[in-house]
């Protein structure tokens, strides 16, 4: 009872949701590296906070409008790609279950 | 700063402290009313507004507590920006929700998840040790945190209560934490309590935070829009303002600002109350999709105005002026009495929405894995007998008024000092210890019980050492020689500078240890430690949460020697009858039998332990169900897919296995049909012989009679008795073709109804003096809840009495108890009333369960009162056409029968419902 083999391309459709959750993976990482860059910014004593708390509060308004892009199309229930993907999964031993594959 | 002082004093007349009492008393009956109307609506069926995702998005927010209403502008106003850094950890977690939190959800509701003890308990093989732990770091976490929101009530009132805001002392504050202390021990209970329910929601609670979460936001955006237009002259000379302010205190620390961030994300994944409101209230996955952006922009709009507050407040205020407490100080010293009641309403919001969530999720935890396991352990006959569910709703009880109790005793221990403030990151790092055993757990299937335990205890011994103990302070719970010299004086163990790393901030030093030794050795133990199988199954379920098919093969029971009756008298005992009869009534439909007792197939004790772990916990569940089955087992396939890895050739054993159980079952529901079969075959001849018999003697008296009455001459007396005799066997044979009649038209559905509407109690009341007649002599009790019975029917009266009378002349025959007793309860249910007769005798045995609604069938001659066992068979048939049905309940202790019908009878539909009935 081996799985069938994952076929090599996929839909088209089925394709662009795949990368969608790529993108909604790689927001918070996006996230934290935009948060983390005014620790390089140098010396602040000359100045006040003025400026970062402008930028802190921009980026997390842009990272909240990019989730809000995002979010109607992870939440849409996967009905026509869905239902053969079990068979589009590598053929992971159960090693890592695979539920997220690309 | 004198003119600031007068106003203030002038104020002190205009704002009563009397007022505010009242408004803070009017606010909570509000709440109450509002919590009310949600369960209300929640019991109807009628959730609408309820399950929304905006509800969902507002109860998150209890993540903003006291702590951020008064704590953030004091926060803002010692160390400038980095208290963001406490909302952006969140941020990062919701808008990558894909990660972590849709996992979390789908986990949750998988497993019926009650508390995040119990998702660790049951992921790490519903292991008991583990849910204590958890509860137990939970609960030591969470007081001082319950003390602070109580601290910052009291502090609010004594805002208002002092003449000047400088001085916070209150006369009796003791007595205002009590008060408010008591009140959120009540809310709690009254609707944290309210009901077992088999996936511990709380919908008037969910609503009530909801509303709190708007109060709260409209409250800081009121005063913060007042401070920036009103006395900062507009956003772009805030940032000037900002911009001019060079305070040391206020540049960012690179290693607190990045741990922070790491911090605060760990603690919106693991802190109880969190948990509490994202998994186990969530009615939709989906709502989580619109929460990953719409909470980060509710916290955005939270934070947005705490910068101006603080840097004004620190302008205008006085030096000495508490910075925790200028948003309430801020507008009275300006006059704005209004704006500083509604700030009031919006802390108090704050403070007490966190305390009942906390508390709900606290007392679930402490019942369930710590009470309830110590019960059955000390009891375990109670596994068996007794109502468990008054036990468990006491024990539930009793645990929210100890957790509110510690957080009271907590709070005058520490005489409501300033080391409260910062308690609240304390909380974060030591709840923030469950992490790697959760995030280990749902990612990684080697993830061992071992492992979990080591790494909790060790982070949670590690956080108390370097952080908890020492935040009381030097010499208060650690001597001031340890934290020169190191426990025991090693120096390596100074619980500020552990291994000699001296230069970290106290906070980080802490994290890092605490978190690298826990990771550490949840790691090594898993590694070393061998899982047993229910962990193993318990891991793959976990890790492959959307594998659909890993799903399917779960931990299931084998074939033991509980029968489905045992295992529906256990679940009645914990869900309560009518959930159990209609769970056990949908598995039974699932499998295609009819009644309510279901084959016990793995696949249905697996469902019914996920339905109990939602009432008791995973752990206690497991235990239950073992307690009736004899052993825990796990069934041969899933050790064989446990055992090896490469379980491709079991597996199709595996599915020959399934199919060949599947054909048992057929088999064997064949062999009932055709066992039925047969009894019909046989009641047919035996209805024929039973008619011409029925038919015959009545016949031959009316004719013995009638022959002596034609010779003539006889005493009129005898001639009068003769005539009685031949009339009451006529009237005899006429009430039994009546009741042929009857059926026959019955079962053809040509029967004409006649709709009207009735109450349930008129109709109970003319079926019980109706049925009196029979048996007269007997004593018999009736017990009837009259308020549940005031329920108006659309349906056909008088055919319905006549069910009724069937039903009750029934057990005034056949029960046999010494004091007869008929419980007629009454309940209303989707659109259907439900009307239960439950008498005390000795029911009717299994076998003959399947035939009493058959005609002709008497189970004994005992006692036989008249009548040619029609009866059920009529009422049966009444009842289809009714478009209801009246049933046999099994597990009652005695008789009872369940007849339904429909509130409104559309009488389309009645004839539909006959045809399938038919088909």
């Given at each position: ?102 | ?802 069910v009724f009378?069937n039903l009750i002349?029934n057990a ?23 009307v239960d007769f439950i008498d005390?005798?000795?029911?009717i ?7 009493i609604f ?18 059920l068979?009529?009422c ?9 049905t009246v049933a046999y309940l099994?597990?009652q202790?005695?008789a009872a029968f369940r007849v339904s ?19």
């Amino acid at each position: 009872m081996r799985r069938p083999r994952p076929p090599l391309f996929l839909a088209r459709a089925v394709y662009r949701r795949r990368r969608l959750r790529d993108a909604a993976r790689l927001l918070p990482v996006l996230g934290l590296f935009l948060l983390l860059l005014p620790l390089m910014w140098g010396d602040p004593s000359g100045k006040g906070a003025g400026q970062s708390v402008v930028y802190v509060f921009v980026v997390w308004v842009v990272l909240i409008a990019l989730a809000a892009y995002l979010a109607p199309g992870l939440a849409r229930p996967e009905s026509d790609g869905e239902a053969g993907r079990d068979a589009q999964l590598p053929p992971s031993g159960g090693k890592s279950g695979g539920q997220d594959a690309l | 700063m004198h003119s600031c002082r007068r106003q203030v004093a002038s104020l002190g007349a205009k704002m009563p402290f009397n007022l505010l009492v009242l408004a803070c008393l009017a606010y909570v009956a509000f709440l109450f009313l509002v919590a009310f109307a949600g369960e209300r609506r929640a019991a109807m069926g009628a959730m609408g507004f309820l399950r929304s995702p905006v509800v969902y998005t507002l109860s998150l927010s209890i993540y903003c507590t006291a702590w951020t209403f008064y704590g953030a502008v004091g926060y803002a106003a010692r160390s400038g920006l980095e208290f963001l850094t406490i909302y952006l950890g969140p941020t990062l977690v919701f808008i990558g929700w894909w990660w972590v939190l849709r996992k979390l959800v789908r986990i949750g509701r998988q497993q019926r998840v009650t508390s995040i003890a119990d998702l660790i308990s049951s992921r790490y093989g519903k292991s008991n040790i583990l849910g204590i732990l958890v509860t137990v770091i939970a609960v030591v976490a969470a007081t001082p945190y319950i003390a602070l929101q109580l601290q910052s009530v009291t502090q609010s009132f004594g805002v208002f209560a002092s003449e000047t805001p400088e001085n916070w002392a209150l006369p009796n504050h003791d007595a205002t934490v009590f008060w408010v202390a008591a009140g959120l021990a009540l809310f709690t209970i009254v609707f944290g309590t309210r009901n077992l329910d088999a996936k511990e929601q709380h919908h008037g609670i969910v609503i009530a935070i909801a509303v709190e979460a708007v109060v709260k936001l409209v409250a800081l955006l009121a005063v913060g829009i007042f401070v920036v237009w009103g006395l900062g002259g507009g956003p772009v000379a805030m940032i000037g303002r900002i911009e001019t302010i060079a305070n040391p205190a206020w540049m960012i620390q690179p290693t607190r600002w990045a741990g922070l961030i790491f911090l605060s994300a760990a603690a919106v994944i693991s802190l109880p109350r969190m948990f509490q409101v994202m998994v186990v209230e969530n009615v939709e996955e989906d709502h989580l999709a619109r929460a990953s952006w719409a909470f980060p922009l509710y916290l955005v709009l939270m934070n947005i105005f705490i910068l101006p507050i603080a840097v004004v407040g620190l302008e205008l205020m006085p030096a000495g002026a508490n910075p925790d407490m200028l948003v309430l100080t801020l507008p009275l010293s300006q006059g704005q009495g209004g704006l500083a009641m509604l700030a009031f309403l919006g802390g108090f919001s704050s403070a007490t929405s966190m305390v009942i969530v906390e508390t709900i999720a606290l007392a679930t935890m402490v019942s369930n894995h710590i009470v309830m396991p110590v019960w059955l352990w000390l009891r375990p006959d109670t596994a068996r007998t007794g109502d468990l569910r008054g036990g468990i709703l006491l024990s539930r009880r009793l645990s929210i008024m100890a957790v509110l109790a510690l957080g009271v005793a907590y709070f005058k221990m520490s005489g409501g000092s300033n080391a409260l403030a910062a308690i609240g990151l304390v909380a974060f790092a030591g709840m923030a210890q469950v992490l790697p055993a959760i995030l280990g757990g749902i990612f990684w299937r080697g993830g061992t019980k071992l492992g979990a335990v080591l790494g909790l205890s060790i982070g949670f011994v590690v956080w108390a050492y370097t952080l908890f103990l020492p935040s009381f302070g030097e010499g208060a719970m650690l001597s001031a020689e340890i934290f020169r010299n190191g426990l025991f004086g090693i120096g390596w163990l100074r619980p500020q500078a552990l291994f000699g790393t001296e230069g970290m901030d106290p906070l980080i030093h802490a994290l890092f240890w605490s978190f690298s030794l826990n990771t550490a050795a949840y790691a090594l133990g898993s590694l070393l430690s061998f899982p047993d199988p229910v962990e193993r199954v318990q891991g793959v379920s976990f890790v492959n949460a959307f594998d659909e098919e890993s799903q399917a093969e779960r931990l299931g029971w084998t074939h033991g020697q509980a029968e489905p009756e045992a295992l529906l008298n256990m679940a009645q005992r914990i869900l309560g009858d009518d959930a159990a009869l209609s769970f056990f009534e949908t598995e039974t439909a699932a499998q295609g039998k009819a009644g309510y007792l279901p084959d016990l197939t793995p696949a249905f004790l697996a469902a019914l332990e996920r339905r109990l772990a939602g009432s008791v916990g995973a752990a206690t569940a497991h235990a239950m169900i073992s307690q009736l089955f004899g052993r825990a087992t796990v069934t041969v396939e899933d050790l064989m897919a446990v055992a090896t890895e490469a379980a491709q050739i079991m597996e199709y054993s595996a599915q020959l296995e399934s199919q060949r159980s599947e054909l048992t079952r057929t088999a064997r529901q064949l062999r009932e049909v055709n066992e039925k079969l047969t009894q019909i075959s046989a009641q047919k001849d035996a209805f024929l012989s039973q008619i011409s018999h029925e038919l015959r003697t009545p016949m031959t008296s009316i004719r013995a009679f009638s022959e002596i009455l034609t010779e003539g001459d006889l005493p009129p007396k005898m001639v009068a008795d003769y005539g009685q005799i031949i009339h009451a066997e006529a009237q005899r044979l006429t009430r039994l073709l009546d009741d042929l009649l009857d059926i026959s038209v019955l079962e053809n559905g040509s029967v004409q109804l006649n709709l009207g509407l009735a109450s349930i109690t008129d109709m109970i009341e003319r079926a019980l003096v109706a049925a009196s007649q029979t048996r007269p002599e007997r004593r018999f009790e009736v017990q009837r809840d009259p308020t549940r019975e005031a329920i108006f029917v659309r349906t056909d009266p008088d055919r319905l009495v006549q069910v009724f009378i069937n039903l009750i002349s029934n057990a005034r025959k056949y029960c046999d108890a010494e004091a007869p007793r008929l419980r007629i309860s009454v309940r209303q249910k989707g659109g259907r009333v439900m009307v239960d007769f439950i008498d005390n005798g000795s029911g009717i045995p299994k076998e003959a369960q399947g035939l009493i609604f058959e005609k002709f069938a008497r189970l004994s001659d005992e006692s036989r009162a008249g009548g040619a066992g029609l009866g059920l068979a009529i009422c049966r048939e009444i009842m289809a056409n009714l478009g209801g049905t009246v049933a046999y309940l099994p597990g009652q202790k005695g008789a009872a029968f369940r007849v339904s019908v429909p509130l409104r009878l559309d009488p389309a539909a009645g004839v539909a419902a006959k045809e399938t009935l038919r088909v």
